[in-house]
């Protein structure tokens, strides 16, 4: 349990309530104010070796709706099924990509 610098009320620093308000690990739920949008990591299925991209986004609505989009048209949390007949429509939304991390392009050992 930690105390507020702000209020002065005890919380959980490891609370989910926590976790999702963001902000500083000194203040409370409530005083916590998280004004910068989070990055979005997600993975590319580019071939046999898959790639990672960072992916900026303008606020945290565009990023929770190209995630939700994300998660659906890449068949995460499917199992076995497949999820070609619930795939959902590119959302309109700006993003920039901040870094792409690439696999080995030459796993083959062909030039």
């Known amino acids: 349990m930690r105390t507020c610098v702000e209020c002065g009320v005890e919380f959980d620093p490891r609370s989910k309530a926590k976790r ?4 500083l690990a000194t203040n409370c739920v409530d005083c916590s104010e998280e004004t ?3 990055y979005a990591g997600v993975s590319a299925g580019e071939g046999k ?4 991209q960072v992916l900026k986004f303008k606020n945290g609505a565009d990023r929770e709706a190209y995630l939700a989009f994300w998660k659906n ?3 995460l949390y499917k199992g076995k099924s ?3 007949g619930m795939l ?3 959302p309109g939304i700006k993003f920039e990509t901040v870094a792409t991390f ?3 392009e030459n796993h083959k ?3």
Not at 20 to 23: H, K
Not at 49 to 52: F, L, R, Y
């Open 20 to 23: 999702l308000a963001g902000g």
């Open 36 to 38: 910068v949008v989070r």
């Open 49 to 52: 070796q898959g790639s990672v």
């Open 73 to 75: 048209n890449s068949g």
């Open 82 to 84: 497949c999820q070609m």
């Open 88 to 90: 959902s429509k590119t």
């Open 102 to 104: 690439k696999g080995n």
């Open 109 to 111: 050992g062909k030039a």
